[in-house]
């Protein structure tokens, strides 16, 4: 009788295990099948932006200034930022002052500015010859990094340099770009509240740059009905940074950033870089 009890107990041990396993791999399933539908969702949000940005009429196209857009795919809520590369700081276009101004801009002071400045360069001059404050290939060897010596190729790579730390890479990545394109100028009408101060040389005090951050907050400034709008700039061929967040009702969210060119042509954009 007692043998009979163990065996019974033994095989609903087997059975509850099996079961836990097997509700383990059910709500594996179920995750992986609402992140699909979270991606599947921020592309749909990819595709409606480059839609809205190729639409011909100018008073229905989609700005390109970053602020926020919100819209439904099924289940799914989107909120959809265009922002303009014309409108961050081209982070290999600078020199020694820009870069000091940049991340003087951003709060940095001290020693640390130094150390910044200096690594920066290091990173992408040419030579292993370090500066006063920088850093070359050996003082990355600890990390297992290893400077490019040439121009940055994504902004994540940014974040390695010494110095950088994951607070200040926050604040400085939405303001810079690697992909400004070949040609175009600094665009004052959509830039970012950081890149606005060190590309005009102005402080995150000035009332321009205050006004910028509050259009972007949604605090739309009353229109000057002294002056007509400036026309939309033309889209063909400039670098779109397209970021796109989809959520849905039990929590879940995905979040993709692509840059994007028009073209024009039949072929009708361009991905140039997916994070």
């Known amino acids: 009788m007692i043998a009979a009890v163990a065996g019974v107990a033994a095989f609903a041990f087997i059975a509850f295990e ?9 709500a594996s399933v179920g995750g992986q ?8 969702s921020a592309d749909a949000g ?8 190729s639409l ?6 989609w700005s390109i200034d970053g602020r926020p857009r919100t819209m439904r795919f099924g289940d799914t809520m989107l909120t959809i930022v265009v922002e303009d590369e014309h409108g961050k700081v081209p982070i290999n276009r600078l020199n020694e002052d820009e870069i000091r101004q940049l991340f003087a801009a951003a709060g940095v002071k001290g ?12 990173w992408i001059d040419e030579d292993d010859d370090k500066r006063p404050h920088g850093a070359e290939a050996p003082d990355y060897l600890a990390e297992g990094i290893k400077p490019r010596n040439s121009d940055f190729e994504s902004i994540g790579e940014i974040a390695l340099v010494k110095g950088m730390d994951a607070p200040l890479f926050a604040k400085i990545a939405p303001a810079i770009t690697v992909f400004f394109g070949e040609s175009g100028s600094f665009s004052i009408e959509d830039a970012q509240p950081l890149a606005l101060a060190v590309m005009s040389d ?3 005090g000035a009332a321009d740059i205050l006004e910028r951050q509050r259009e972007l907050a949604g605090e739309r400034p009353a229109l000057d009905s002294s002056s007509a709008p400036p026309p939309p700039p033309n ?7 397209v970021r796109v967040l989809a959520h849905d009702a ?21 991905v140039r870089f997916v994070e």
């Open 18 to 26: 099996t079961l836990a396993v097997h509700r383990g791999d059910i």
């Open 33 to 40: 099948l609402e992140n699909a539908q979270l991606r599947e």
């Open 46 to 53: 990819l595709t409606a932006a480059i839609y809205g940005l």
């Open 56 to 61: 011909t009429d100018t008073s229905q196209r």
């Open 111 to 122: 020693d640390r500015l130094d150390v910044l400045v200096d690594s920066m360069q290091d």
């Open 202 to 204: 102005q402080t995150m």
């Open 235 to 241: 889209l063909i061929g400039r670098p779109l940074t």
């Open 250 to 270: 039990e929590g879940g969210s995905y979040e993709r950033s692509s840059i994007v060119e028009l073209t024009g042509s039949k072929t009708p954009y361009w």
